[in-house]
């Protein structure tokens, strides 16, 4: 069943990075993101997931953009991800977001690092 909530999107990062008990610190520089951005994109209370922690996922853990989003795996986007380099991420999923939820997009993902 697809889900594009915050919660769940922010529940599949959690399940990835540690489960409900994540060591935000540790986790955070394993990623190589700011510790405020995966706090937020992690929260159980109000999720706010950023694209920057998304694409530090897909790239250290070598998920499918498309289940991290919607829970939903999609091997096509999976292939695409994988041959994307580090830089070329956060574009590549800004875009993967306007075309799997036209109606949310921004809505659903934060854009930028809370900090920039």
């Given amino acids: 069943m697809r889900d594009d909530s915050k919660a769940a999107i922010a529940a599949r990062i959690r399940g990835l ?7 935000a610190p540790d986790a955070a520089k ?3 993101v700011d510790e405020v951005s995966l706090r937020i994109s992690i929260d159980e209370l109000a999720p706010y997931p950023t694209v920057d922690v998304i694409a ?3 790239r250290e853990y070598g998920v499918d953009p498309t289940w991290l989003l919607v829970g939903e795996y ?3 986007t999976h292939r695409n991800m994988a041959d994307k380099h580090t830089g070329e991420l956060p574009l590549a999923i800004n875009h993967l977001i ?8 921004s809505e659903t993902i934060r854009r930028e690092s809370p900090l920039n």
């Fill in 30 to 32: 394993r990623l190589r």
């Fill in 17 to 23: 990075i540690g489960g409900q008990e994540v060591n």
């Fill in 98 to 105: 306007d075309r799997i939820t036209p109606h949310r997009g």
């Fill in 74 to 76: 999609d091997s096509n």
């Fill in 56 to 58: 530090a996922v897909v």
